[in-house]
């Protein structure tokens, strides 16, 4: 043993032995970090669009309604349709963002009823964003469309949908809207 400047002992085998004790937690941690998050892509739905229904303007943002009248579901993990009567209620606001929230029916092709809430943002200076509005077809480049879609569905073959964090990119056209979904890993 020896002792320190103020005479007190030190066990440099204990001293080493808490060492090593205290490095094996930061070790354990590092190697049980999860997995950073990937993306698959499980279906693209394109959803048929009715003319828009304005609500009207606030100080802020110009308020409408968008009818979804139906569409098709293709995809490596869904396959079906998208039921009329669903709609798009849309804030679209004077800077450029517009708040969007959708919300749906889509039927499997084994014929389960699966109802999606999908809200997000659509975001782009505000010309690109009346251009849009004014239902001209425009390169996705020029603008951000992303949503958060959540599935309500029975027990079966697609609760797999209420299990899992999805994101969704937007591709707007002048009577309808792209929609690609993807599960978060």
Not at 43 to 68: D, M
Not at 103 to 126: C, F, Q, W
Request: with cysteine; net charge positive.
């Amino acid at each position: 043993m020896d002792k320190d400047n103020n005479g007190a002992r030190i066990d440099r085998r204990a001293l080493a032995g808490l060492a090593a004790a205290m490095m094996v937690p930061a070790a354990a941690v590092a190697a049980t970090a999860p997995a950073t998050p990937t993306l698959n892509f499980i279906f693209e739905a394109n959803v048929t669009l009715g003319a828009p229904q304005e609500l009207g303007a606030t100080a802020a943002a110009r308020s409408r309604f968008v009818p979804i009248t139906g569409g098709t579901v293709s995809g490596p993990k869904m396959k079906g349709t998208i039921l009329s009567g669903g709609g798009d209620w849309q804030e679209i606001g004077n800077d450029g963002v517009t708040l969007i929230h959708a919300r749906y029916l889509m039927k499997a092709s084994d014929g389960t009823a699966i109802a999606i809430d999908n809200p997000g943002v659509r975001v782009a200076s505000p010309d690109i964003i009346a251009r849009l509005t004014a239902g001209e077809d425009l390169d996705p480049a020029l603008y951000y469309f992303r949503t958060t879609p959540s599935f309500q569905v029975a027990k079966g073959p697609h609760d797999w949908l209420r299990r899992s964090v999805f994101i969704c990119q937007g591709i707007r056209h002048p009577q309808s809207v792209a929609l690609r979904f993807f599960q978060v890993s």
